[in-house]
């Protein structure tokens, strides 16, 4: 591992299959790398156990928050139920470490099923990527999601992607991407939840901004209520670009995002 980042300057590891190594392994060859002088390494661990970070892993894979997703998505299950499962979540996380947050992956691409397939059609598979990118934790974005591309992609075949198709997946991608890298709140803010039953609503928070976060996760029209603090604020829709005066509630179609920053 040493001779990878010595030679070919690699910047870090995913280390697949974490979970199946033992602990004292990890933590000998983290610290063998982390004593290269003037490296500054990333290790993403393929697993769950809470250890990994002890062990020296800047951050996991969190398949749970994964699984609750689709099940919210396809299942029914309530969106609130996503944030209680991120408190708790967090709550064995030290400080300074992070879970990988996901809509897709190399497993689920290649054995299951795309992004599309997965949430049950394009919108709802951005609708799903845009509340996982606005929640804490760090995303990923797997090769291909970005255009919708319809294939599985099992990774132990060669398959060229197209990638001039789907451009305007790719535009919508993009536009949230730029929220995400313009606004420090986004990747470093506190969290704060007002879901609902069929709706994500959360803001990311610190001492200048908030970002408010709004997703539906239902194929059909939906109300959400409008948290107190917000109600006769005038702000404009990023995504959008339509000013906005809230009232106490907001109208949100079919598998609709919206963002806001406040100041």
Known sequence: MRYWVLEANVDGYRCDAADYVPFDFWQKAIDSLRSIPNREIIMLAEGARTDHYDAGFDMNFDWNFYTKGKDIFVQGTPAIQWATLHQYTYGSVVEGKHKLRFTSNHDECAWHDTPIGLYGGLDASIAAFAAT???????????????????????????????????????????????????????????????????VC??????????????????????????????????????????????????????????????
């Open 133 to 199: 990118l606005f929640y804490p934790g760090v995303p990923l974005l797997y090769t291909g999601q970005e255009i919708g591309y319809p294939t599985q992609l099992p990774f132990f075949s060669n398959l060229p992607i197209n990638w001039n198709y789907g451009q305007s997946s790719l535009t919508r991608y993009q536009e949230l991407l730029q929220v995400y890298q313009a606004h420090d709140v986004c990747r470093n803010g506190e969290f704060s939840d007002y879901s609902s039953t069929d709706a």
């Open 202 to 263: 959360f803001k990311r928070h610190n001492n200048q901004k908030s970002l408010w976060c709004l997703v539906n996760t239902k194929n059909n029209l939906y109300h959400i209520n409008v948290p107190t603090e917000l109600q006769g604020m005038q702000t404009a829709e990023l995504l959008s670009g339509q000013d906005v005066v809230f009232s106490n509630q907001i109208q949100l179609s079919n598998y609709q995002i919206q963002l806001y920053v406040l100041e």
